[in-house]
């Protein structure tokens, strides 16, 4: 596609719940990084993969979060049991050649844990 | 320590002033640096890169000291549309860190 896309725009859950957030990455870039942030904060660093390979999970706050990226392409990231804490702007962004260089981002996810 | 660092402001300016924001990074290890811009609730948007000799581009001007370990963004003769968040962004080994953020707001 044009652009990195991320689904949905905007997610409402209960607490308890698990939710999964897409990511579709400009087609061709091989690296593929996820952040959360929150209002008023800069993007926090939660993991990356080049190809499918998860390099880097040292941001992700505990166990109830995890990512895939099985086929070096789309990503997913997995929130399980849902808490209020949750809740925040989840982004995704992609890298055309590698890790550490110029990241496109998507729009986002809102996610809001009732 | 937090790995990067920023002042979060907000700066208030006057348009056609000049304005700096600093950023320390903690990690002498480091490789790569750079300077992203971000709209009120719009995703961020790679303003410049930051190299070791200082680079312009056009009224910016990026610096890295790497002794200190802080890098500089500087605005001359700021705008009205240069209101926005200025995030400074870390390499380490791949994982690309940002800073929380500096908010700029030029008036007229």
């Known amino acids: 596609g044009a652009g990195v896309s991320q689904s949905p725009r905007y997610k409402v859950t209960k607490r308890g719940q698990d939710v999964a957030l897409r990511c579709d990455p400009i087609?061709?870039?091989?690296?593929l990084y996820w952040y959360r942030q929150a209002l008023g904060q800069g993007p926090e660093f939660l993991t990356y993969?080049?190809?499918?390979?998860?390099?880097?999970k040292s941001g992700l706050p505990n166990d109830r979060f995890s990512a895939e990226r099985p086929e070096g392409s789309i990503s997913t990231l997995t929130i399980q049991r849902t808490e209020q804490r949750d809740s925040a702007m989840y982004r995704c962004?992609?890298?055309?050649?590698?890790?550490?260089?110029?990241?496109?981002f998507g729009s986002g996810t809102q996610l809001s844990v009732l | 320590r937090k790995e990067v660092e920023q002042d979060p402001g907000p700066f208030n300016v006057p348009e056609g002033a000049t304005v700096a924001f600093n950023c320390t990074y903690s990690n002498s290890a480091s490789q790569s640096f750079f300077w992203y811009r971000q709209d009120c609730r719009k995703e961020p948007k790679l303003l410049m890169s930051?190299?070791?000799s200082g680079n312009e581009d056009g009224r910016f001007t990026a610096q890295l000291n790497r002794a200190s370990q802080y890098i500089s963004l500087l605005i001359r003769d700021s705008k009205l549309s240069d209101s926005a968040t200025y995030l400074c962004?870390?390499?380490?080994?791949?994982?690309?860190?940002f800073g929380q953020g500096t908010e700029l707001s030029v008036k007229p």
């Open positions: 962004a992609s890298t055309r050649d590698g890790p550490g260089e110029k990241l496109f």
């Open positions: 087609s061709g870039h091989v690296s």
């Open positions: 962004v870390v390499n380490e080994g791949g994982k690309l860190i």
């Open positions: 993969f080049n190809y499918e390979a998860q390099q880097d």
């Open positions: 930051v190299y070791s």
